[in-house]
């Protein structure tokens, strides 16, 4: 069984750069949750995603958003990247009724 | 927002003796709570998770601790071995699907 998948494993962008990050789900999971984890901060909650609708939020601004495809297929995009947005941002996937999340190993972002 | 606090950046302890990390949490709505191992270069992996109905959970070395009176919950880790050694995140559960995280322990476990 196929665990899920984030592409690229590492991303360098320029300042005012807008980027797109993939992830694909474990087969038959309906939920995408991503995340982005800093030092010292953990795992900060951006969106989750379920049956192609974003269904919970975290406090980010609007220049992360994020998408579902029918296939479960996740995208999350940042659009004039800031030199904070460097980080690992991990996607996870869930059965999306309360199931636990499995992790994908992230994409490393950085800002320059 | 930090719903879920892990106040303990990181931990050492010597092999075979108890780990013990901890965690509070601020919103009583959370349903079910769990935690994360995480090395380096990879995702976090499930650990254990204990319903908000239950006040302990075991499996093997790790018990997990849930005081709801108190928002808090501990990992147990007994006894502990050097491949113990990685972040641990403490996730909190609401809304059937929204997980909240903390920001992570980093445990060290010396031979």
């Known amino acids: 069984k196929a665990g899920v998948t984030q592409t690229p494993r590492y991303l360098i962008k320029t300042r005012g750069q807008q980027v797109t990050l993939s992830c694909s789900p474990i087969?038959?999971?309906?939920?995408v949750s991503w995340y982005q984890q800093t030092p010292g901060q953990g795992l900060q909650f951006l969106f989750e995603?379920?049956?192609?609708?974003?269904?919970n939020k975290g406090n980010f601004p609007g220049r992360f958003s994020g998408r579902q495809f029918s296939n479960s297929r996740s995208e999350m995009n940042v659009s004039t990247l800031e030199l904070g947005d460097s980080a690992l941002y991990l996607c996870?996937?869930?059965?999306?009724?309360?199931?636990?999340?499995?992790f994908g190993s992230g994409t490393r972002l950085t800002v320059v | 927002d930090q719903q879920v606090k892990q106040n303990s950046p990181s931990l050492s302890v010597q092999e075979g003796r108890i780990s013990i990390l901890n965690c509070d949490y601020t919103n009583s709505m959370f349903d079910y709570f769990l935690w994360y191992k995480k090395y380096p270069a990879e995702g976090p992996t499930f650990l254990i998770s204990?319903?908000?109905?239950?006040d302990k959970n075991e499996d093997g070395r790790f018990t997990v601790f849930l005081n709801k009176s108190a928002k808090h919950l501990s990992l147990h880790i007994v006894p502990s071995q050097p491949g113990d050694s990685a972040v641990y995140f403490c996730?909190?559960?609401?809304?059937?699907?929204?997980?909240?995280f903390g920001a992570g322990t980093r445990l060290t476990v010396k031979p």
């Open positions: 995603y379920f049956s192609e609708t974003q269904r």
């Open positions: 087969s038959g999971h309906r939920s």
């Open positions: 996870a996937s869930s059965p999306g009724t309360g199931g636990r999340y499995t």
């Open positions: 204990i319903s908000s109905i239950k």
């Open positions: 996730a909190a559960r609401i809304n059937n699907n929204d997980m909240r």
